[in-house]
């Protein structure tokens, strides 16, 4: 029985390797890492051409929404926040049209970090565009551990457990969820860790990075999906 295939965001940015600077397809090791360690067979998606996210979506089996930097406010109609990275239209428009696509085709996906964010605003969410003015602390823009609690009935609480501690450093989180969508996870502060879809095979989201570390349940349930 061949292996499902996993797509991966990537970054579209200048690299260098040897003499040459090229603008390049990046991702972290980890997500492929992590897809192998699963069983899957990880595979790179460029952010270039919007009108290809339906063959990508009939083609693959699973696909894993990365990390990355913040999403372009417009896109939820807040007002540009200046303390927030410049946004890079291309990913964006790109990752927003897969995730409908791959909502709509009932693919297994899991939305990591910036990954979340698009999944929440490409069902009509919204997000908080700078956190640490909203809850009055920094902890989550210095991506200090912290526990948080997780439904156990959910998919994701299935998979990891009814807690969990995470690390990872986020300026946005979402705000109002998007159509279909449950938070399922939470931190002490009430910000949601992770969100899932209602009624879809596997669709996922959570704020930190599963990816990394020793604990690749999460991964394992994506490719498990994927591969059913």
Known sequence: MSRPLIGITAYLEAARWGTWVREAVLSPLSYARAVEKAGGLPVLLPPLNVGGVDDYVRDLSG??????GELDQALYGAA????????????????????????QADLPLLAIARGMHVLNVAQG???????PEAVD????AAGRAHVIQISVSSKLGKAVGDRAEVTAPHHQAVKRLGAGL???????????????LQGHRFAVGVQWHPERGEDNRLVEALVEAAAG
């Open 63 to 68: 696909v894993i929404f990365a990390g990355g």
């Open 80 to 103: 540009r926040e200046e303390r927030v990275e410049e946004p890079q239209p291309h990913r964006d428009r790109f990752e927003l049209a897969l995730a409908r696509a791959a909502v």
């Open 125 to 131: 969410g919204s997000l908080i565009p700078w956190l």
């Open 137 to 140: 602390h920094d902890r989550h």
């Open 182 to 196: 449950l938070a399922v996870a939470w931190a002490d502060d009430q910000i949601v860790e992770g969100v899932e």
